[in-house]
């Protein structure tokens, strides 16, 4: 199982972003997958998780009204859009994938069993 990521890159304060993440085999009917992120200096921080089976999702209270995750079942893809980015968000971000995790877990990244490598988010004030 491999996950595939895509979309950073550098970006002013205010603006928006969207990253993508492909998963090469969903093995699992109830397979969530979503995003962390990573800031220099600081520990790995969940953003948000959706499930590809019934699109439920959870966000972090830290990016609630700016960021929208969405996915596409058939192509076993999820995207994050990321408006009215601030500097605070810059990081990397890992794309997660788990296809037997719990909702109440959802927020733990130990939690996950696949990550994809990263792709770094630079917001410029």
Request: aromatic fraction near 10%; hydrophobic fraction near 35%.
């Amino acid at each position: 199982v491999q996950l595939q990521a895509s979309g950073g890159g550098p970006v002013q304060a205010g603006g928006s972003l969207r990253l993508s993440c492909a998963l090469s085999e969903r093995t699992f009917r109830r397979t969530v997958m979503g995003w962390f992120r990573q800031a220099p200096g600081k520990e790995r921080e969940f953003v948000a998780t959706i499930s590809l089976s019934d699109g439920n999702l959870l966000y972090a209270d830290s990016v609630k009204g700016r960021f929208t995750i969405s996915r596409d079942s058939a192509k076993n893809t999820v995207y994050l859009q990321m408006n009215s980015l601030k500097p605070e968000d810059t990081a990397i971000y890992y794309c997660v994938a788990d296809g037997t995790i719990i909702r109440s877990s959802w927020s733990i990244a130990a939690q996950y069993d696949y990550w994809g490598k990263g792709t770094l988010v630079t917001v410029s004030s």
